[in-house]
């Protein structure tokens, strides 16, 4: 098995995108500077930022060549009121507290955090920070704020008590607040300027902020962590780099300025992408996309998972020869065949079962798992869970091979997976529907496939999982059903290789407030927006949740609306999501959302038909008025 968290151990050949960043960062010229490191979750966006920090930082408190970095998890200030408050607060008492340069900002650090404090009053508000603290001093404890300690000591007990429970409470601090002297306020505007001199008195040449993880966090605390980078544009000898989907900031941007997500999101020139372009454009000075994995990639980083895992010591050969491979050859793989002459024969013996399979497998994981290596570290992990259950169990003449095949559907076309499985069931696990389609691809008969087993088996994915080695035909896939069978309502993809994004999506369409609401989050985040992998998963889940609620009158307007909006795979997906329910416990108020969605578009129509005409629903959605 292999842990799923950021490494500076570089499998993946990524060390060439964070020299690329450090090369940026060390040119003064290029000062100060945002960068952007953006890629889908899992993409590998993390272990690049550590590798960063790694070679900018020194040893302890060190400075390495004046460099003074500084990392932070955005995720980790989800819980925080004023996310922005407290990551500035963090960067300044870093500073402070640090074992070179702390005695030299001591002042200036002062000085800012009574700034955050004030920024930490205007973005929560009166009633939440400054009132609650005005009552802890009158009350003996100690103010939240102790810019108003000094302030509400002029005033006489009684005085104060009525000030702060009559209706100007608000009025009567906001006033104290604002006669504050700026010996004893900076105010936001001066922040900047005040920070520079701190990093001047610090005698650093050049301080890096890393931010990761801002993926993580909710809509409203990711702005605030951008709004708080966004106090330090600009400033002398700073170099920030975040990390993050770019997806997920995009939805963060819109939700904060109220976007109009029914507008047409594919166009350039709309409104939203203006707003969205223009902000991420004056915050990010360099955005750096990282590309997905290849095949050959592909196959190079599993063949190295496996090595880390069988080879124990050795494997530090084996990484050695693989960076001196990279260094002559950036696009081959280094795979089993490079082993030999690097490890030993007993070794090289006990690779040969785990790795065989990789170069077969490689083509369709990668398009399977879209080059991810989050997804492929987590299939991986699945895959050697199952493969131990098929020793504890003492199943024999089991092929690995097509397990592997197997899973590599159910990750990435879940309904076709169960699609099979229900196949097989009755035909003592050779499905003559796989002889069927198997026999279709080697003749090239696209056409007939689409006719005869429909648009979704004819897709260049899924030719390409047909046509590829070890061929289905024949094979009694009972075993390999029974040993997935914890997975067949609800695949990986609805379990632990949900993307955050797609989970999100799903909570925001399932607790969807109203109909403007539904449209617009299907409008915007699952047309264009998603993969088709994306919805694939989407799918999944929805499924999944009508299946266990099929009372439950929201899920039935997503898939109704999905279906309105002509969104690739909606209807399939409710075609197979009602077929799978209890049609006696569909609520009959159903009838006017397919009459009004009918309007939009003539395929809902079709659903009428799924349903048995003895059933109350279809006679309740057939009634006249």
């Keep these: 098995m292999w842990a799923d968290n950021e490494t500076t151990e570089d499998l993946l050949g990524f060390r060439i995108h964070a020299d690329l960043l450090i090369d940026v960062i060390n040119d003064e010229t290029v000062l100060p500077v945002t960068i952007g490191v953006f890629g889908d979750w899992g993409s590998g966006k993390s272990s690049i930022l550590q590798i960063v920090r790694e070679e900018l930082s020194g040893e302890g408190d060190d400075l390495k060549d004046g460099t003074l970095v500084l990392y932070f998890n955005g995720w980790l200030f989800e819980g925080y009121d004023d996310a922005k408050a407290a990551l500035l607060e963090s960067i300044i008492e870093k500073f402070a507290k640090h074992k070179t340069i702390g005695n030299k900002v001591k002042d200036s650090a002062s000085k800012l955090l009574r700034s955050v404090n004030w920024m930490r009053v205007i973005g929560m508000g009166f009633k939440r920070v400054v009132i609650p603290g005005a009552t802890a001093y009158m009350s003996g404890g100690l103010s939240l704020l102790p810019q108003l300690t000094k302030a509400l000591s002029q005033f006489k007990a009684e005085d104060l008590a009525e000030k702060l429970t009559s209706e100007g409470t608000e009025d009567f601090l906001n006033g104290i607040l604002q006669k504050n002297s700026e010996e004893e306020v900076t105010l936001i505007r001066e922040f900047r300027d005040d920070f520079k001199k701190m990093i001047d008195k610090s005698e ?56 109009d997500r029914i507008e047409n999101s594919d166009d350039p020139d709309s409104r939203n992408k203006r707003i969205v372009n223009d902000y991420l454009e004056k915050l990010i000075q360099i955005p750096y996309i990282l590309p997905k994995l290849s095949d050959s990639e592909v196959e190079t980083y599993m063949t190295l998972l496996f090595c880390k895992r069988e080879l124990g010591e050795s494997f530090t050969t084996v990484l050695n020869s693989f960076k001196t491979y990279r260094e002559k050859d950036r696009y081959g793989t280094f795979g089993f065949g490079d082993l030999e002459a690097i490890i030993s024969p007993a070794e090289y013996q006990k690779m040969k079962e785990s790795v065989s399979l990789i170069a077969s497998l490689a083509p369709i994981i990668t398009e399977g798992l879209n080059g991810n290596p989050r ?48 196949w097989q069931i009755t035909q003592k696990g050779e499905a003559e529907e796989i002889k069927v389609l198997e026999d279709l691809v080697e003749n090239k008969d696209f056409e007939g496939i689409k006719d005869k087993f429909g648009g979704e088996w004819s897709s260049e994915k899924l030719i390409r999982w047909i046509s590829i080695e070890p061929k289905l035909s024949n094979v009694d896939l009972r075993d390999y059903y029974w040993i997935s069978r914890d997975q067949l309502t609800g695949s990986i993809s609805g379990a632990s290789l949900i993307p955050p994004h797609i989970r999100t999506l799903f909570k925001q369409l399932v607790e969807h407030g109203s109909g403007a609401i539904l449209s617009s989050l299907v409008s915007q985040q699952t047309g264009s927006s998603l993969t088709e992998f994306d919805r694939e998963m989407l799918y999944s889940l929805l499924e999944k949740e009508l299946s266990k609620s099929p009372d439950e009158v929201k899920t039935h307007e997503i898939f109704v609306e999905l279906i309105s909006q002509n969104i690739a795979g909606g209807l399939e997906s409710y075609t197979r999501a009602i077929k799978q329910c209890d049609h006696s416990k569909i609520p009959f108020s159903l009838r006017q959302n397919y009459t009004l969605a009918e309007q939009k578009n003539k395929s809902i129509s079709s659903i009428y038909t799924l349903f048995n005409s003895k059933s109350q629903i279809y006679k309740a959605l057939h009634q006249k008025s």
């Design 204 to 259: 650093i040449k050049k301080l890096v902020v890393i931010i990761d993880d801002l993926d993580r966090c909710m809509p409203e605390r990711l702005i605030e962590n951008l709004e708080a980078i966004k106090l330090f544009l600009n400033v002398e000898k700073t170099a920030f780099i975040i990390g993050a989907d770019p997806r997920i900031v995009r939805f963060a941007i819109e939700d904060r300025y109220k976007t």
């Design 375 to 422: 997804q492929i570290k987590r299939f991986l992990n699945t895959f050697t869970l199952r493969n131990r259950l098929v020793k504890v169990a003492k199943i024999n003449d089991f092929q690995v091979d097509i397990l592997a095949k197997l899973m590599v559907l159910e990750y990435s076309s879940p309904a076709l997976f169960r699609k099979i499985y229900e």
